[in-house]
């Protein structure tokens, strides 16, 4: 009796351990990036009253004879399945899709979470909602990005500015009039950047000059001042296609505009998709393309799939800045869960493996998207009564043990 008393006892305490976890679970239903637990039990050790006879001597063999102890908790396990994604539309909010965890660096110890809700910092370094700095690579000066190299803390630096780019390429296309007569003219403006940003309002003037012919000449600025071109005559043939200049260019070069670099200025070519033609009667002729930009502020941010951020600027250029971290563990679930939705590594986790998002086994960015707690409510009520109904026959027991603990007193009157 004193035995079926203490083994009840210890399946209370059990039971309201797993009704501990099981709350925890439901309190953290709304937690981006939780992951619930579960409470394991296990036997204690049986006293064995009897022991195991073998067979011998035409006697045949016996079981053993034993009587359990209770029950405790044999382990309080993590289940690391995925939660729901929730579509935020906010450009820094970002889950994993499938496994692993991003890394982070709060006060000098390397932390993991699923929680992708960042921000950026005064300093403008990428971090969580708990300060903790998100680690990745940083790209350098030309948007290259070296993810072998040991990761660091993500900076983005959003006052910062880009520097212009030069134009260094024109391209030409669209249609000339077949039927066009000598003086006919078609005129194309576009704007080209020196090497400061600065604009230079060029005009090219196509006119035409002879039969299947046309001349280009330009001129720059306010006060129209003329400049050359290294090879200004365009000339069809009978099909309308060009066949000079045999280069396709009409380049304007170095010195021709006020501190600008030479351009090639191409007008396409038989294979060229948005090649010049002359056909019909229609006029069609544009600037296709012009590569130079003034500086430019950073006005926004997007992240792919592989975790590149990647800047937008005022003067319509893209440019990668940095790329976040995935780590994944050959053990996840032991992981040791610590404050703030994160985890740290533990000798039965095993070593983070860090690298791209999407490969290696790494689960992929999904941008503007956070991942729910993967708490199911359903489950969790259905465990909530289980430990309470088991808390219930365990209280039950006790009080039986003590009913006929009270039949033994009372067999002495």
């Known amino acids: 009796m004193i035995r079926s008393m203490y083994s009840a006892v210890s399946g209370l305490r059990s039971h309201q351990t797993m009704m501990d976890v099981i709350g925890n679970?439901?309190?953290?239903?709304?937690?981006?990036?939780?992951?619930?637990?579960?409470?394991?039990?296990?036997?204690?050790?049986?006293?064995?009253?009897?022991?195991a006879r073998t067979p011998a001597d035409?006697?045949?063999?016996?079981?053993?004879a034993q009587i359990g102890l209770g029950t405790n908790i044999g382990a309080i396990s993590q289940v690391m399945e995925q939660g729901a994604l929730q579509r935020?539309?906010?450009?820094?909010?970002?889950?994993?899709?499938?496994?692993?965890?991003?890394?982070?660096?709060?006060?000098?110890?390397?932390?993991?979470?699923?929680?992708?809700?960042?921000?950026?910092?005064?300093?403008?370094?990428?971090?969580?909602?708990?300060?903790?700095?998100?680690?990745?690579?940083?790209?350098?000066?030309?948007?290259?990005?070296?993810?072998?190299?040991?990761?660091?803390?993500?900076l983005i630096p959003v006052s910062g500015e880009i520097a212009p780019v030069p134009t260094s390429e024109i391209q030409l296309g669209g249609n000339l009039p077949a039927n066009a007569t000598v003086g006919d003219a078609v005129i194309l403006n576009v704007d080209v950047y020196d090497q400061q940003g600065l604009p230079i309002s060029v005009t090219l003037t196509l006119t035409n000059?002879?039969?299947?012919?046309?001349?280009?000449?330009?001129?720059?600025g306010d006060t129209n001042t003329p400049f050359a071109l290294t090879d200004n005559v365009v000339t069809f043939d009978n099909q309308g296609e060009i066949v000079a200049p045999a280069d396709f260019g009409i380049d304007i070069a170095a010195g021709q505009l006020p501190n600008a670099t030479a351009i090639v200025m191409t007008i396409g070519g038989a294979d060229v998709s948005g090649k010049m033609t002359q056909y019909g009667e229609i006029?069609?002729?544009?600037?296709?393309?012009?590569?130079?930009?003034?500086?430019?502020?950073?006005?926004?941010?997007?992240?792919?799939?592989?975790?590149?951020?990647?800047?937008?600027?005022?003067?319509?250029?893209?440019?990668?800045?940095?790329q976040i971290g995935i780590a994944n563990f050959a053990n996840p679930e032991g992981l040791e869960r610590v404050t703030g939705s994160n985890w740290r590594e533990t000798g039965n986790s095993g070593l983070a493996q860090i690298g791209i998002a999407g490969f290696g086994g790494r689960g992929a960015a999904a941008?503007?998207?956070?991942?729910?707690?993967?708490?199911?409510?359903?489950?969790?009520?259905?465990?909530?009564?289980?430990?309470?109904?088991?808390?219930?026959?365990?209280?039950r027991m006790i009080t039986t043990s003590d009913e006929m603990l009270q039949e033994v007193v009372n067999m002495k009157r």
């Open 25 to 51: 679970n439901i309190a953290n239903i709304n937690t981006h990036g939780f992951k619930k637990s579960q409470a394991l039990f296990r036997e204690v050790l049986s006293q064995t009253v009897v022991g």
């Open 367 to 395: 941008s503007t998207t956070l991942e729910m707690s993967n708490v199911d409510l359903s489950e969790e009520f259905t465990a909530m009564i289980r430990a309470q109904r088991g808390f219930q026959a365990n209280s």
């Open 58 to 64: 035409g006697i045949g063999g016996t079981n053993p």
């Open 283 to 322: 006029t069609t002729a544009a600037v296709l393309l012009q590569n130079g930009s003034t500086t430019g502020s950073l006005q926004g941010l997007s992240v792919a799939a592989d975790g590149v951020i990647t800047g937008s600027y005022s003067n319509g250029s893209v440019r990668p800045l940095a």
């Open 88 to 154: 935020t539309g906010r450009s820094l909010d970002i889950a994993i899709d499938g496994d692993g965890f991003f890394v982070t660096r709060y006060g000098g110890e390397e932390l993991y979470t699923r929680a992708g809700a960042f921000y950026l910092d005064a300093d403008g370094r990428l971090v969580t909602t708990d300060g903790a700095l998100v680690q990745g690579w940083q790209a350098n000066s030309l948007g290259q990005i070296n993810s072998t190299a040991a990761p660091s803390d993500i």
């Open 209 to 220: 000059t002879a039969a299947d012919e046309w001349t280009v000449t330009g001129t720059y």
